[in-house]
């Protein structure tokens, strides 16, 4: 059963980079199924895409970040990770972690999620 | 950018009654649209996918339709655990983008 977990810093300074870390069990981050995911909710607010990426570095972003997000996967720990640079009180969220199925050419649902992790951006 | 829009925002339900929610895709995905319920503190919960195909373990309480622009979940016979957000989500391009939620509250 494929499982997720985020970690990282809870607490981020303003203008510094924003850095998680989601470890991947029950299957191979080289998988060819999977496309691999962050999701953020800000406090009070609904669910933003932040970005997607296949094992073999292909990448996809949400272009509201204007180029803040780099998403990278380690194969050799399982993991793949996010950066968020220049953060703002705005990047204050729950960010998850999340698996993507891929089939017929295509990334589609985000299923499952890891349980999330609270990234507070404050001086 | 495809936009979600989901309509009620607030839902207010008595147990037991139906609840009908909408989601609206600013162009068409076919019938690339997946449904989540989130709960405070806990992960969004995979419902629906493929408009209409329920997920792994989702009682059939929890039914799905639409394609092209117009989309519905419907719960038939709320229980206590269903009072939740529900958003919709397209994956038919990217960006991929999500609806601003609809919360299901007990009436």
């Known amino acids: 059963q494929l499982q997720l977990q985020e970690s990282g810093p809870g607490l981020v300074k303003p203008s510094e980079t924003l850095s998680l870390t989601c470890t991947v069990s029950g299957d191979s981050i080289s998988s060819n199924i999977y496309f691999w995911g962050w999701i953020r909710q800000p406090p009070g607010k609904g669910l933003e895409w932040i970005g997607s990426l296949y094992y073999s570095g292909s990448t996809y972003y949400n272009p509201s970040l204007k180029s803040r997000a780099t998403i990278s996967v380690d194969t050799s720990t399982n993991q793949f990770s996010l950066k968020l640079s220049s953060v703002t009180a705005a990047d204050t969220a729950v960010y998850y972690c999340?698996?993507?199925?891929?089939?017929?050419?295509?990334?589609?649902?985000?299923?499952?999620w890891g349980q999330g992790t609270l990234v507070t951006v404050s001086s | 950018e495809i936009v979600m829009t989901q309509s009620p925002a607030t839902l207010s339900v008595s147990p037991g009654e139906r609840a009908t929610l909408s989601c609206r895709a600013s162009?068409?995905?076919?019938?690339?649209l997946a449904w989540y319920q989130k709960k405070p503190g806990q992960a969004p919960r995979l419902l629906i996918y493929g408009a209409s195909t329920r997920a792994t373990g989702i009682p059939a309480r929890f039914s799905g339709s639409g394609s092209g622009t117009e989309f519905t979940l419907t719960i038939s016979s709320l229980q206590s655990e269903d009072f939740a957000v529900y958003y919709c989500?397209?994956?038919?391009?990217?960006?991929?983008?999500f609806g601003g939620g609809t919360k299901v509250e007990i009436k």
């Open positions: 989500q397209h994956y038919i391009n990217w960006p991929l983008t």
């Open positions: 162009q068409s995905v076919s019938s690339n």
């Open positions: 999340a698996s993507q199925t891929y089939s017929g050419g295509w990334a589609r649902w985000f299923d499952p």
